[in-house]
C-alpha cells in the first residue's frame, strides 16, 4: 500500500506542480512515446532474463504493490509455533513427523495461518525438523546448513531486485531514444508552420521527461523496496533458523523461543512478558 500511495505522491506532485504553471497537461499525453519507452524496457527484460527470473520479478513487484510489512502479530505466531514445535519434539522427535510431513493438515500449523500462507518459511522450518529427525545433525553442521539454503533461496530473488534496477538505469535512455524519433518526425514537418513544429518537439520531449520521471519517480524506489522486502523475509527466516539451532543443542522449549525473540527486529519485537502470557495460556 506505501508503495501505491507513494507513486500518487511522484505523480501528483509533478503533474500537479506542471498544471498549476500554466502547462496543458494533455500535452503530456503521448501514447507513441509511451509504447516506445515501455514497450523496449520490457523487450530489455525478456532479452536479459531467463523464465524463472522473469517470473520471480512480476512475484516481487506483486508483493510490493500488496504492502504485507512484516507484523508483531506475525512474529508472535511464529514464536508461538516454533515453541509449540519443539514442546512436541521434546523427548520423542518423532511426534514432529506428521506435522511437518504435512503442515497443511497439522493442528499445530493451522493455529498459524500467517506462517503458514508463507510457503518459503514453513519449507525451510519442516525440511531441517527433518533432517533432525531422519539423521540428527550437529549444531554447526546444522547452522552450515541452513545458511545454504537460505543463500540458495535468496539468490533468484536478489537477482529479480537487480533486473529491476538495470531496467531502471536503462529508462533515461530509452526515453532518449523516443525523443530522437520524435525529432527525426519533426523533420519531416518543417514545412507546416511554426504550430505544428512546435507541438512535433514538445512530443518529443515528453519521452526524455517520461523515462527520467519512471526511473527515479518509480522503478528505483521499486527496485530499492524489493530489496527491503528481501531483506525482512530474510530476518524472517535468520528467527527460525536461531531457535532451530537453540532446540538442536537441546535447550527448552521456552529457551528455543527466546532465542529466536531476541533475533526479532527491536522495533515489532514481543516482549519478553507478552511471550511468555502467550506460552502459558498454550499450556492451559
Known sequence: MNAIIGAIVVFACVFGAFAAHGGNLLVLWQPSEMVIIFGAAIGHLV????????????????????????TKDRY???????????KTAKGNLLALEPHIENPEGSDIFKKYPEILHNHHA???????????????????????????????????????????????????GL??????????????????????????????????????????????????????NIGSEGKFLEVIKVGLLAFAKDCSPKVCVEFSRRSVPPHIRPSFKEVDELTSNLKK
Request: glycine letters at 8%.
Open 47 to 70: 532479452i536479459s532474463s531467463p523464465p524463472a527470473l522473469i517470473k520471480e520479478v512480476i512475484h516481487q513487484i506483486l508483493t510490493v504493490l500488496k504492502g504485507k510489512e512484516p
Open 76 to 86: 508472535q505466531q511464529l514464536l508461538l509455533l516454533i515453541y509449540e514445535l519443539t
Open 122 to 172: 514453513v519449507e525451510f522450518l519442516c525440511d531441517t525438523l527433518k533432517v533432525q529427525i531422519s539423521s540428527p545433525m550437529s549444531p554447526f553442521d546444522l547452522e552450515e546448513l541452513m545458511d545454504k539454503d537460505m543463500a540458495a533461496g535468496h539468490a533468484i530473488e536478489h537477482q529479480a531486485a537487480e533486473t529491476v534496477s538495470r531496467v531502471s538505469d536503462a529508462m533515461p
Open 175 to 228: 526515453g532518449i531514444v523516443a525523443a530522437v524519433l520524435g525529432v527525426v518526425t519533426t523533420m519531416g514537418k518543417l514545412t507546416e508552420g511554426k504550430e505544428v513544429i512546435g507541438h512535433s518537439v514538445a512530443a518529443a520531449l515528453v519521452g526524455t521527461f517520461l523515462g527520467i520521471l519512471v526511473c527515479y519517480g518509480l522503478v528505483q524506489p521499486l527496485a530499492a523496496k524489493i530489496n527491503g
